[in-house]
């Protein structure tokens, strides 16, 4: 299965994000499962890429050609994408993906996000999303969400579309087992 990785390109980030994106990125690795990313060499992006290529497993880059420069792609993908731009690389990574895990990140990885949730809430997309909550990361975000719902700014349903946790065994097999809800878009036209 190809799992598309969102997350941070930063390296200021404290150590312990690093090491979580690593020992996630060995976990899809070793279940046989194939990364598929943004093509970056820092930040979490790096990370789950070397933990992938620790253990020999397949990394799809997927990247405009502008950021083709030293130090800023991992060198060592199985395979590397080019686009013309952001919106092009976004679409590859939607349609090469068969699931989606949020690490965490700034404002690009939450545009990532929000756009494949919004997709998955239509029901454009079946496909499995996690929020890969290290150290707490995406509570505010959490909590940002279920005020929406609470605020009638959203139904409750919306949560069931997620899978959040700071496991990565816990994730695989989260994906590896997915079954989708079945939300259409109508039943969101009026919130009760």
Do not use: W
């Not at 930040?43 to 799809?60: D, F, P, S, T």
């Not at 929020?131 to 959490?142: A, E, K, M, R, S």
Request: glycine share 10%; hydrophobic share 40%.
């Amino acid at each position: 299965m190809k799992i598309c990785i969102y997350g941070a390109s930063s390296n200021a980030i404290d150590q312990s994000f690093i090491d979580a994106g690593e020992l996630l990125g060995k976990e899809i690795a070793i279940n046989g499962h194939s990364v598929v990313f943004g093509g970056g060499a820092a930040g979490l992006m790096g990370a789950v890429a070397r933990g992938a290529y620790a253990e020999k497993g397949e990394i799809i880059g997927i990247s405009p050609s502008f950021f083709n420069v030293d130090g800023i792609l991992f060198a060592d993908c199985t395979k590397m994408i080019y686009t013309e731009t952001m919106r092009e690389r976004k679409q590859l990574l939607d349609e090469m993906s068969e699931a989606f895990i949020i690490t965490p990140g700034g404002i690009g990885t939450f545009d990532e996000f929000f756009e494949i949730y919004t997709l998955r809430q239509l029901g454009k997309l079946k496909k499995p999303i996690v929020i890969f909550n290290t150290d707490g990361y995406y509570n505010p975000l959490i909590d940002m969400l279920n005020n929406a719902i609470d605020k009638k700014f959203m139904p409750k349903e919306n949560m069931d579309l997620l899978f959040i946790s700071d496991n990565p065994q816990e994730i695989i097999k989260y994906i590896e087992n997915y079954n989708p809800v079945d939300h259409e878009a109508a039943e969101y036209k009026f919130i009760k």
